[in-house]
């Protein structure tokens, strides 16, 4: 089966896309780096309650600010159940509605699927869900890479304000945020991760 091209995406995210932020940029901690420890250790408990067969697993980041919760969900995911899980990341950019018909001209970064999809379930990992199109927009890369059992949704963080009907699986936190606030995984000098509000 040949592999797609990879995807691309934007240094020039919209205002839905989460990103991995500096730890210069201002904001409102709502989410320390212990709180992120705590939730994606409890993220893969229930992802192996949902998913009892540890073979059958396989984590995809969504590029850029899903790929650090990818990494913590991976190495709980193996302490726990005593096995590596196969790890992949998708630049989705190209598959988005709202920068396509914005007419944007993505700058390309890395799409990493070293396994095939076809007959795993497949976990979308991804920092914050916002409106679900990023979700969306995963779930039909991943499609372009095989057949998957299934299709599941981890994200540290909800934040609401769906404009398509996309359900999250497994949830770090929900956090109730206006529409013009902006919800950003960064990390501290520290070198740790945390989540902002800005």
């Known amino acids: ?17 989460s990103r991995v932020a500096s730890a210069r940029e201002a ?31 396989a984590l995809v980041a969504i590029v850029r600010g899903g ?4 990494d913590m969900l991976a190495q709980a995911l193996s302490e726990i159940a005593g096995r590596d899980v196969p790890q992949g ?26 396994f095939s999809v076809t007959g795993k379930r497949v ?12 979700v969306r927009a995963a779930m039909d890369a991943v499609i372009d890479f095989g057949r998957p059992e299934a299709i599941q949704v981890a994200t540290l963080v909800d934040r609401g304000h769906r404009e398509l009907p996309i ?3 497994f949830v770090g936190k929900n956090i109730p ?3 013009a606030e902006k919800v950003v995984l960064r990390q501290a000098p520290s070198g740790e991760y945390e989540v902002v509000v800005v």
């Open 1 to 17: 089966m040949s592999v797609p091209s990879s995807p691309s995406n934007s240094s020039t995210a919209p205002r839905s896309v």
């Open 27 to 57: 904001g409102r901690v709502i989410l320390e780096a212990a709180g992120i420890r705590r939730a994606t250790r409890r993220m893969a408990h229930e992802i192996l309650e949902r998913n009892p067969a540890p073979e059958s697993i």
């Open 67 to 70: 790929v650090p919760v990818a």
């Open 89 to 114: 990341a998708l630049d989705v950019t190209l598959y988005r509605d709202d920068v396509i018909g914005h007419g944007m001209r993505p700058i390309p970064h890395k799409t990493r699927m070293p």
């Open 123 to 134: 976990v979308l990992v991804e920092d914050v869900v916002f409106t679900g199109r990023t």
């Open 167 to 169: 359900r999250v699986d």
């Open 177 to 179: 945020t206006s529409r």
